[in-house]
């Protein structure tokens, strides 16, 4: 069974502080890993994935993320958050398996303020 | 390149009524998925489709929910009789290949159903 945690249903920060949107996962074997958002009113938009190789995996909107194997963590990252960064974020896995389905944590809502 | 489209984008009946929702994936795309948003949760995937063929279709609840894809491209997904905890979003999304693992899926902007 697979399946994601995010420890926090909410973050905030101040405009132009850092900002970390954490999730843990717990599978068996190694999944692969994704960072989804999602704005007022709107579907899911993509923000990176892990499959291998280097830990620290980079996506758009300056977002990235680090996998940590030991920690069993796929945090989110982005140096220095926007008042446009404010939505919900969503950590999802799939195992290597030809079990496909991606399973979904239960979602982060960030409010940046200015 | 075109998103994946969904109607409506908003829908309110009364429960035991019947309802559909319709989606075209992204051109080219062969596989789609349904997935269902419920308020404070992540989506949960309903069912998957290749081409026209279904995948996964466990999670979906089969004595009210059915989709169908019948010519590889856009699907219906439909509730009949709708009941009070149906009410959710309901999110459209398609990947590139058939190989399911690892592809990024492509998210609609979902349909928010209210039954009453």
């Known amino acids: 069974a697979q399946s994601v945690a995010q420890p926090e249903d909410q973050v905030n920060v101040a405009e132009g502080n850092p900002l970390t949107v954490k999730c843990t996962y717990s599978?068996?074997?190694?999944?692969?890993l994704f960072w989804y958002v999602q704005y007022p009113n709107r579907g899911l938009q993509f923000l990176l994935k892990y499959i291998t190789g280097d830990n620290l995996v980079k996506g758009s909107y300056g977002f990235e993320a680090e996998f940590n194997k030991s920690q069993t963590s796929f945090h989110l990252k982005k140096p220095s958050a926007l008042v446009s960064d404010s939505a919900l974020y969503f950590c999802a896995s799939q195992p290597r398996s030809n079990d496909y389905k991606l399973s979904f944590g239960a979602g982060t809502t960030v409010t940046v303020r200015a | 390149e075109a998103g994946v489209a969904q109607s409506p984008r908003y829908k309110i009946i009364e429960k035991r009524q019947s309802v559909a929702f319709w989606c075209n994936p992204i051109s080219g795309h062969a596989t789609l998925y349904w997935y269902q948003q419920i308020l404070g949760q992540g989506p949960k995937l309903l069912i998957q489709?290749?081409?026209?063929?279904?995948?996964?279709d466990s999670q979906l609840p089969k004595d009210r929910f059915s989709a169908e894809r019948l010519k590889g491209v856009d699907s219906t997904l439909k509730i009949q009789p709708a009941k009070l905890e149906d009410s959710a979003v309901y999110l459209c999304?398609?990947?590139?290949?058939?190989?399911?693992?690892?592809?990024?899926?492509?998210f609609g902007p979902g349909t928010r159903l209210l039954v009453l």
């Open positions: 489709f290749q081409n026209n063929g279904v995948v996964d």
């Open positions: 999304a398609s990947s590139l290949g058939t190989s399911g693992s690892q592809e990024t899926q492509y």
């Open positions: 599978v068996s074997g190694n999944p692969y």
